[in-house]
């Protein structure tokens, strides 16, 4: 076995061909070793401590040992495993967020988006910061609190000064009881001055999809325009993080490299994060190739079905127990509802990939990045969550109150989380409930508030939690934090 250390390479060195062939040579050749595979789920068993609950978390060699483990005793043990792990430190709460699409212009080649410069077809809309406004209005006015903003890479349409405006935008908007508290950024790798600026904005989360880690899979697969360059795409994250940005997001596309492969990368990528700036990946996507606008899945052989899937997600939520986990509405019902029990933690609800898609009343399809599977509702899917026992949480606070970064770990690795975020959860839910829900998903939900308020540990935060839910109600009272 190699051994060398991720904090003495660039990300791009350390996430290496090799080093992730072996791994998966390693993996397959220890995939029924049962004493091996068993002191790996020990390791990553939670462990209570005096400071709260600590979780020792997997290499990427004993992560991808799990992925490749087909014993259906041990397989059934890793998602038990998976999901105490998520109870352990993200409890029964989901936060609830939406995709802010504004603009589909784009120089790059990439031929798994319909973004892609080619495609002549697709309708190019890049939105005015007046659009922006009736676009998160309409947001608003479905209860969301968090968005991601969504842009192609394109220097003249969608340079940094645009999205820094439209961040601006967004934040300044108040309608009714609605505001956004949170806006995440998805857009391409840049430099390190552009990502202080965007710390500067207030962004939360800087998201980007490493798309695959295999360098030669990755050229042939964006073979035009800026993003052809791998080493500097990989080190976005380093750079993001000398930006000032301490909370970042990692995902691959899952389908167009073996899964063995990416699920290794990732695991390596996070590795290098925690190694070098102290604190791993804030939240980890996984989305799967699905059919747009001149794109067909079926062109790429490397799909993966809904089984392996689910497995990756219980090996993800083993190996890095304190990040969090996202799926999008690129996944059905059925799929989401099964993810949700091994270790998602967020989830997109209502969502639209389309430029200016929420204004429209019918789902505008001319402008889409990929297809939606699960179309419901913001009130169908927040209803669907509580009669599963998840708390759908709208909360923004920990970004606001400054705990990112390893500020958040600490609170997530002390158990502190539970007198935190889960009251805060409970706040946000009972301002849904209070501004946007339907009359079945008003009862269900004040009921489980009522349930819920009785497990937050600390008898102080409790008592202040329950006053802050009767002023919710009685009042226009809100964004009550801990």
């Known amino acids: 076995m190699s051994i060398y250390n991720p904090k003495s390479l660039k990300a791009e060195e350390f996430i290496n061909h090799e080093e992730i062939l072996e791994t998966i ?27 709260g609950v600590h979780c020792e ?12 483990c087909d014993i259906p005793e041990k397989v059934e043990e890793m998602y038990k495993l998976a999901n105490e792990i998520k109870q352990a430190f993200y409890g029964n709460r ?27 077809h697709i309708k190019r809309i890049k939105l ?8 998160v209005i309409a947001l608003q006015d479905m209860g969301h609190k968090r968005l991601a903003i969504e842009a192609g890479e394109d220097p003249v349409h969608n340079s ?18 609605g505001a956004i508290r949170r806006v995440n950024v998805n857009i391409a790798a840049t430099t390190v001055e552009n990502y202080r600026k965007l710390k500067e904005a207030g962004i939360g989360t800087y998201i980007l999809f490493q798309e695959t880690y295999n360098k030669e899979s990755y050229l042939e697969l964006h073979p035009t325009g800026p993003k052809h360059d791998y080493d500097y795409h990989t080190e976005a994250m380093d750079r993001a993080m000398e930006g000032g940005i301490d909370d970042v997001g990692l995902g691959v596309l899952f ?19 925690e190694a070098v700036h102290g604190v791993g990946p804030h939240t980890i996507s996984v989305p799967r190739v699905k059919h747009a606008d001149d794109i067909d899945p079926e062109a790429f052989d490397n799909s993966l079905d809904d089984e392996i899937f689910e497995k990756i997600a219980a090996c993800i939520r083993i190996a890095v127990p304190y990040t969090g986990m996202i799926i999008s509405t690129r996944e059905s019902q059925e799929v989401r509802g ?28 001319d402008s889409e990045q990929f297809d939606v599977s699960d179309q419901r509702t913001l009130d169908e899917v927040v209803n669907w969550l509580m009669q599963l026992g998840y708390i759908p949480s709208f909360c923004t606070a920990c970004y606001r ?55 937050i540990p600390n008898a102080k935060a409790q008592q202040i939690a329950r006053e802050n839910v009767e002023a919710i109600k009685s009042s226009n009272r809100r964004d009550f934090r801990f």
């Open 57 to 68: 978390g997997l290499t990427h060699r004993e992560a991808s040992v799990l992925l490749a």
């Open 128 to 135: 005015t910061q007046d659009q922006i406004r009736d676009e």
């Open 160 to 177: 940094i000064e645009y999205i820094l405006e439209s961040i601006k935008t967004i934040y300044s908007i108040q309608h009714k009881n």
């Open 94 to 120: 989901i936060v609830m967020f939406a995709p802010l699409y504004l603009s589909n212009y784009c120089v790059n080649g990439c031929v798994y988006c319909p973004y892609h410069m080619k495609n002549k």
């Open 25 to 51: 040579e390693y993996a397959e050749k220890n995939k029924r070793n049962v004493e091996l595979i068993d002191s790996i789920l020990n390791k990553a068993r939670p462990q209570k401590t005096e400071h």
């Open 401 to 455: 109150e400054g705990r990112t970064g390893d500020r958040f770990m600490s609170l997530c690795k002390t158990g502190q989380i539970q007198n935190c975020c889960h009251p805060n959860a409970l706040m946000t839910l009972c301002e849904y409930l209070v501004d946007y829900a339907s009359e079945d998903t008003k009862k269900i939900g004040f009921e489980l508030i009522e349930k819920e308020l009785n497990k």
């Open 338 to 365: 099964k993810m949700l029990h091994l270790g998602v933690s967020q989830i997109s609800g209502a969502s639209r990939t389309s430029v200016g898609g929420y204004t429209e009343e019918d789902r505008p399809h």
């Open 255 to 273: 389908g167009l490299e073996g899964y063995q492969y990416e699920f290794a990368g990732l695991m390596m990528h996070a590795e290098h994060l």
